[in-house]
């Protein structure tokens, strides 16, 4: 299936597995920095419930929902939070709807074992990010969010205490991203270099994820030793 998007020039920005605790904070966040952001479900009613709290939670914010393809055809811009275990369904079903487009993954394969996070094998690749850019060669993968925390994302009175590690082989796809990181208070974009680096992002949210089961808290990275720069708001 293929849909055309509405040809209103309007940039939508589509959070796939929207409905999730990640998806919905970064919803948030985007309609607050002021993006139309569409909502996807696998069960549109979904989407369209949750595009009603963005709308009830952003004054002014411009959200809709839609199945999760139906979703990704509006959108120049995608973001992957869905679970790890159902990108390849999303992808046999929507794989066309990311050629050429930029497409932000925050998806982590994590498995928690005796309170500590581990990362699970991704069959035919060494990340998630890669998995996807392997699948859809064409479409402009970054790497993103995977060690922002979902509950400081969802905390609209606070900005969000994080760097944001970018990978991706597009370098104008990680400028774009960037941008987009930095019009969210708190966060601070770091341009990391080529996608075979996600996989180490990816280790790193498995650390994060066990130290907050550790000591009780919400652990995110801030990388020193580079040039300061934080957007209005932080910390
Ligand atoms: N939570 C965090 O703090 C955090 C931080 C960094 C990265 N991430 C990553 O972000 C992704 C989402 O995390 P989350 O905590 O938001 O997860 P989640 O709430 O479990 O899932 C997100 C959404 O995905 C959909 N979904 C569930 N099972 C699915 C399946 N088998 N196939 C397709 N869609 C499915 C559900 O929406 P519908 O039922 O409406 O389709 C659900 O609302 C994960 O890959 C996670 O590793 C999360």
Do not use: W
């Not at 590690?165 to 400028?175: H, K, P, S, W």
């Amino acid at each position: 299936m293929t849909l055309s998007s509405y040809g209103d020039g309007v940039s939508r920005l589509a959070i796939l597995g929207g409905t999730g605790a990640q998806g919905f904070g970064l919803a948030l966040r985007f309609a607050a920095a002021g993006e139309a952001v569409v909502i996807g479900s696998r069960v549109a009613e979904r989407a369209h419930e949750t595009a009603a709290r963005v709308r009830a939670a952003v004054r002014g914010a411009s959200a809709e929902g839609r199945e999760n393809v139906e979703a990704a055809a509006l959108a120049e811009r995608i973001v992957l939070t869905l679970p790890v275990g159902g990108i390849e369904h999303f992808l046999e079903q929507g794989a066309a709807q990311l050629a050429g487009k930029i497409v932000i993954d925050a998806m982590v394969p994590l498995t928690v074992k005796k309170r500590v996070a581990e990362l699970e094998p991704v069959a035919g690749a060494p990340s998630v990010s890669e998995l996807v850019q392997a699948r859809v060669p064409s479409a402009r993968v970054v790497c993103a969010f995977k060690n922002v925390p979902s509950d400081e994302l969802q905390d609209l009175a606070h900005p969000v205490p994080s760097d944001v590690l970018l990978c991706g082989d597009d370098e104008l796809a990680r400028r774009e991203v960037a941008k987009l990181v930095e019009h969210i208070p708190g966060l601070r974009a770091v341009d990391t270099g080529p996608l075979r680096l996600a996989r180490y992002v990816e280790g790193l949210t498995a650390l994060l994820v066990s130290l907050n089961m550790r000591h009780k808290t919400l652990t995110s990275i801030e990388i020193v030793g580079l040039e300061r720069k934080r957007t209005a708001g932080a910390a």
